[in-house]
């Protein structure tokens, strides 16, 4: 809508209840009383601004999601620039806060005593961040110059009261308060013209996503050179405050774990990645560690084509029961959920053995552990990873604790919808089932026959797009025979083809285990969960085999079915929950969209009722 509407609107109830029952459509969740409170007052003052500058036909598009994320922008207005005509956009920040201030060793975190003192990514960071993120992930910008600008309006407060926020300079994006409200003005007058902006806005909704930069594509260059990953929001808090953490680590006697929780695609490897890459170019001592061999061997595989010497810097939980303590400034633990209760296996010597749990062991060796996970990703006995398992730890250890949750952002390429719509269909939060409503930004289709989801995905795959099948571990796992030809363990009726290969050296065409997900030959073959978790591709095709099945108005877990040997002899009650989570990795594998196939037919029939899309 334009400035001038905005501002007649957004006085009443009409434009707040309109933005409600859009955040619920996209959200699955009715908006928070700070989330109206927010609406009601800060979009008057942007609108009388707009207006008071003579903007009034500049458009502004509220709430405005990034890309490929669940973030939203408060606003950005779209029209044309002042001096060459050209396409002008702005992004703005509204903050309704009264004061602030910065976290001490912290010059991009903020303090807000209305908000718990928490820390919060510094206002002018934060767009900044919105500002690059939108241009390097939207085709119509990405060849542009000086084309988006930011602002934080900070408008119920004056500069008094945040004068410590301006020690962050950034060319950017810029602070605002209604001690500088003429500057605003007079600012927002030099990025827009006066005319109508409708055009650009439409330019700017109807321009093609240019695809992220894959995970592993580019971990070698973030790792040795930096810059490659745009962190956004919580995630630069969570790296903020590890770097404070390290910067305190050696003249503080209290020793800090920082925990990031989140779901699929909220980028918990990525914040991983950067932290590697700056404190390595920073001189500190630090290593990634994870429960996960794929994951493991991949970033290895990746990183080593570039740097002999890089793949040592990865390791597992399991190589730290004899490290020194403190030995190392950062242990960064990745897919902590993974953690086991001891490291002590069948064979670890006695020599090796301790009382230490590994959570402790992890803690023990660093100056500053980090560990990122999600609670749900918990498939196998013993795994035990939790923000309090983790937290119980290091408070016994007379640590401090500091959690940042990603939660919040880019669940499932952007669609949190999706991920809510996940977790209801497996139980893994109350509620039941609920029907699919769509999502613009993510596609969930249901497939009648497995051949019918490969055809699809083969489509999606030949057209340039990353893709792969998955399913429940019901059907044996063989090696390959003695010609390198792999067996086509996984029969669903006519339609037969193999697992990944369980051997770390490529046969038959096939890639190596770990690289199953990142290789092209990958497809074609069935993922299970052992080789997926971890791992994201754009599309991703989820077999529900029979060991988890629906029964009138539950899901039935059937031990008989089940050919993972180490779930299956977990108690009934665990069997049926490391399931559950397990189907929820193999369906947040996808990044744009996912087709969903189950073997069984009332289960079919349940999954058609809630999803309306077929892929044919």
Known sequence: MSARALFERSNGDSLVERLAQRYHSVLAKEPSVGERRAWTESLPALGEVLCDAGLDEVEVLIEQRLPLSSLRA?????GSHPATGRPSYVVVELKQWSEARLVPDAEDLCLVAKMGNRPLLHPVAQVRRYCEYLQDFTSLLSDEQDVVAGVAYLHNTTDQHIDELFRLPDAKAQLF????????????QTRLSPLDGSLEADALLESPVAPGRQLMRVAADEIIHGGEFLLLDEQQVAVSLVKRAVALSRRSDKKEVIVVSGGPGSGKSVI????MSYLGRNGRSVVHATGSKSFTTTLRHVVGRKHSQIPKLFQYFNTFSAAERNGLDVLICDEAHRIRQSQAGPGTPTARRDSREQVEELIDAARVPVFLLDEHQVVRPGE???VETIARAAHARECLVRHVDLNSQFRCGGSRAYEHWVLRLLGLVPGGPIPWLGDENFALLVADSPQEMEDYLRAQHEAGYTARMTAGFCWPWSDPRADGSLVDDVVIGEWRRPWNLRSDRPTGGAPASALWATEAAGFGQIGCIYTAQGFEYAWNGAIFGHDLVWRGTDWRAVRSASEDRSVTRASPRDFHRLLRNTYKVLLTRGLVGTVLYS????TRTMLRSLIPARTV
């Open 599 to 602: 073997t069984d037919a009332e």
């Open 272 to 275: 991983a990645l950067h932290l």
């Open 384 to 386: 035990m990873g939790s």
């Open 74 to 78: 408060d606003a950005v207005l779209a």
């Open 177 to 188: 308060t209604k001690t500088t409200c003429g500057e605003f003005k007079r600012y927002l």
